[in-house]
Each structure stands twice: as C-alpha cells, then as structure tokens.
C-alpha cells in the first residue's frame, strides 16, 4: 500500500538555526499539505498545494516558514531561524484532488525539538 | 468553518462495541463529515465520510442523524489497536477545502 513518506523523522535543533523537512507524496496525487501539530492538540493546517502552485499559506508564518513543491511532486519546509515554540510535530499529507470526498493520507511526521 | 463539538475522552471494554459521538449544529447542507484517528505517535489516518446516509466500511460505522446536526462513529467490536484520539471533521464543499482538526475524543480501550 502506498505511503506518505517524510523525512528525517526526528530532528533537534538549536534555537536560531535553519532547519528542512522533506515530503514526498504518494504518486498521483495532485495536493499536497503541511500541518504542525502541538503536543495535546489537532494539527493546524500551514500550507496546501494545487501541483506546484500554494492555494492556501494564510496559516503560515511567512517571516520565517517558506514551502515549495517545485516539480509539484515532493516537497520541502523550510524553519529559518527557528524558535523555541516551533517545537511541534510537522505532518505532510496527500489526497488526489481536493473534493471533499476524498480523503487525505498522512505520513508518519518529523518530530522537531528546538532547545 | 461549522465547527464539531466532541467528548474529550470515553473509555470502552475490549469487544465491546464503541459509540462516539460528535455535535455540528451549525453544518451546511453540502458539508461532508469526516472523521480520522491518530495512534499515538503516527500521523492522523482516515477512518470514514459521509454527507446523508449512513456508511459503512471495514473500520467503522458512520450514523448521520436526520437533521444532519449530529453524527455518531461506531466501532463495532474495539481492540486494543483501536484506542486513539478521533477527530469528527466537517469539509466544505467549496473550492480548496481542508480539514480543520479540534481536540477530537481520545478513546481508551480496557482489555
């Protein structure tokens, strides 16, 4: 069965640094998402992408959060400079098209510490 | 967004059958419920939608309520695997639409 993968699935980073997380959908799949998830709580949605264009970033903190989906098949967010309350689960996502009845498949998520 | 209403949290007995129930007085007519569930320490996974009728699937039961106002998730005989946190979501049926998570109600499963 297909999956979401992501990568790396854990990252520690210092608080001031750049940091990457990569994403790479399950094939076919035209939209794309980025969540962060804070301990105790839903994911929030940060970024969806139509193929390779962003269709909604209104959550995202773009002084410091940027995304691409440059061939509009994997993807990278971007941290640059992290902080300590970016400390959260980043999850990547996929659905074929955006319809509401179709689903959404997640992948595993990279865990990030900023200290 | 209609926004849900969910317990926070319910426990259940191992093959017992399990009821969770969600509240969305304010749904739109075209707006599809969804509901998903996150294991601990994995990304959320898709459990089952609907829009009128009630649906079934190899994970679960979905009863929709008349009036729409309401929606009840039904595990038919829990495991141990199924204890999670779920998520009762609505998705519009307009342009790009997304999930918008709550808290969702974290399910605890006694063998």
């Known amino acids: 069965e297909a999956e979401v993968a992501q990568s790396p699935r854990y990252k520690i980073t210092e608080k001031s640094q750049a940091v990457a997380f990569w994403c790479d959908p399950i094939?076919?799949?035209?939209?794309l998402y980025w969540y962060r998830q804070i301990l105790g709580q839903g994911p929030e949605l940060l970024v969806q992408?139509?193929?390779?264009?962003?269709?909604?970033d209104s959550q995202l903190p773009k002084d410091r959060f940027s995304a691409e989906r440059l061939k509009g098949v994997d993807s990278t967010l971007k941290i640059q400079p992290a902080e300590l309350g970016d400390s959260a689960m980043y999850l990547c996502?996929?659905?074929?098209?955006?319809?509401?009845?179709?689903?959404?498949?997640f992948g595993p998520g990279t865990r990030l510490t900023v200290t | 967004d209609a926004k849900t209403t969910q317990p926070n949290s319910m426990e259940s007995n191992e093959e017992e059958p399990v009821h969770l129930p969600c509240n969305h007085s304010t749904i739109s007519g075209t707006d599809y419920i969804h509901w998903y569930r996150q294991l601990p320490s994995q990304g959320p996974e898709y459990v089952i939608h609907?829009?009128?009728s009630n649906v079934n699937n190899r994970m679960a039961s979905l009863a929709i309520a008349e009036d729409r106002k309401s929606s009840t998730l039904i595990l038919h005989r829990a495991t141990l695997r199924d204890a999670a946190v779920y998520y009762c979501i609505l998705k519009q049926n307009s342009g790009y639409s997304t999930l918008t998570f709550g808290k969702g109600t974290m399910l605890l499963v006694s063998p």
């Open positions: 609907g829009l009128t």
């Open positions: 992408f139509q193929d390779e264009s962003v269709v909604d």
């Open positions: 094939s076919g799949h035209a939209t």
């Open positions: 996502a996929s659905s074929r098209l955006t319809f509401p009845s179709y689903e959404q498949y």
